[in-house]
């Protein structure tokens, strides 16, 4: 709903499916702030994947449909993404526990503010056809 929606995007190389990026927004019209979540493939990291996927997500969130804030969140034993997080921008915002196949994890939380988005920025990035469905996202 645009209340709470979750835009999963699939990540090619070469026509391959190597991996997977998330927008996800609620309350995004009153908060404006997107989260983002993702996976890739372990062949495809540390290649700089990672950090275009992340880019793309961002582009869109803050250009395309005026976000204020993203937040995102990496165990605290993954470098890689926290790696990610911290080239694009991201500063730690604290630490949360979550259960993963029924234990507990620590995640250490992130978030970029537009201005240090933009400060950031070194990965180009085109969006297209987004006025179609704007509204989808409640903007």
């Given at each position: 709903s645009v209340q709470d929606w979750t835009l999963s995007l699939a990540v090619l190389h070469e026509g391959k499916v190597i991996g997977r990026q998330d927008l996800m927004g609620r309350r995004f019209g009153v908060r404006r702030q997107a989260e983002t979540g993702s996976w890739l493939g372990l062949p495809y990291q540390g290649r700089g994947f990672g950090t275009e996927m992340r880019a793309a997500a961002l582009h869109l969130a803050f250009a395309g449909l005026g976000a204020r804030y993203a937040v995102s969140a990496a165990m605290t034993d993954n470098p890689r993404s926290l790696g990610v997080s911290r080239r694009l921008g991201y500063l730690d915002d604290g630490l949360e526990t979550e259960v993963?196949?029924?234990?507990?994890?620590?995640l250490r939380r992130l978030r970029l503010?537009?201005?240090?988005?933009?400060?950031?920025?070194?990965?180009?990035?085109?969006?297209?056809?987004?006025?179609?469905c704007r509204a989808e996202f409640g903007v």
């Amino acid at each position: 709903s645009v209340q709470d929606w979750t835009l999963s995007l699939a990540v090619l190389h070469e026509g391959k499916v190597i991996g997977r990026q998330d927008l996800m927004g609620r309350r995004f019209g009153v908060r404006r702030q997107a989260e983002t979540g993702s996976w890739l493939g372990l062949p495809y990291q540390g290649r700089g994947f990672g950090t275009e996927m992340r880019a793309a997500a961002l582009h869109l969130a803050f250009a395309g449909l005026g976000a204020r804030y993203a937040v995102s969140a990496a165990m605290t034993d993954n470098p890689r993404s926290l790696g990610v997080s911290r080239r694009l921008g991201y500063l730690d915002d604290g630490l949360e526990t979550e259960v993963v196949r029924g234990a507990p994890v620590t995640l250490r939380r992130l978030r970029l503010d537009r201005a240090r988005w933009e400060a950031h920025r070194n990965v180009d990035v085109t969006v297209e056809g987004l006025d179609a469905c704007r509204a989808e996202f409640g903007v």
